[in-house]
């Protein structure tokens, strides 16, 4: 695998806003699990993670994505907790990271965990790709949400904010497209830091 074409990255967000199903899709997506292995909520396989359904304990899994030009990239993501009690795991995995997808649930918006979790990335100095989920869903105020993530960042503020359904895999182009040009390449991310 070149180096150029691969990407560390987390799933950041407050609980409930879809991080496992998005980490879902994305092993569907890159054929990283087979149809046998499908189930929700994959990586949580602690039973307090599957009795209450929450990510306790950070998973990391490597994805192979063959895109459009004809590279294959490497993505290698880290689902992480979208508790406050476990802002800690967030943190060792967003040190391991060189960017990060920040989800924001349409229906909910910005919530307190989605600030705590962008202010450990932005410590980190990690890209950041905001990503509105949940789109399908009939209470989604999109244009609410989005204006929120503008107002949470000045390097929001003038970019194109992506929106998808993890659960219905809306959108899932135009997030690998993002995935490939934003995050940094492993060099250039390990020289700075």
Known sequence: MKQ???RNFSIIAHIDHGKSTLADRIMEQTH???????????LDDMVVEQAHGITVKSRTVRNYYDADDGERYEYNFIDTPG???FSYEV???LAASDGAVLLVDATQGIQ???VANLRIARRNKLTIIPVINKIDNKAADILRTEEQIRKLDPEFANIDILKISAKLVKGFIKFW???EQKFPLLRETKSHR
């Open 4 to 6: 150029q074409n691969m």
């Open 32 to 42: 990283t699990i087979n149809d046998r292995e499908k189930k929700p909520q994959l």
């Open 83 to 85: 508790h406050v009690d």
């Open 91 to 93: 943190s060792k995995s």
């Open 112 to 114: 307190a965990q989605t």
């Open 177 to 179: 497209r993002r995935s």
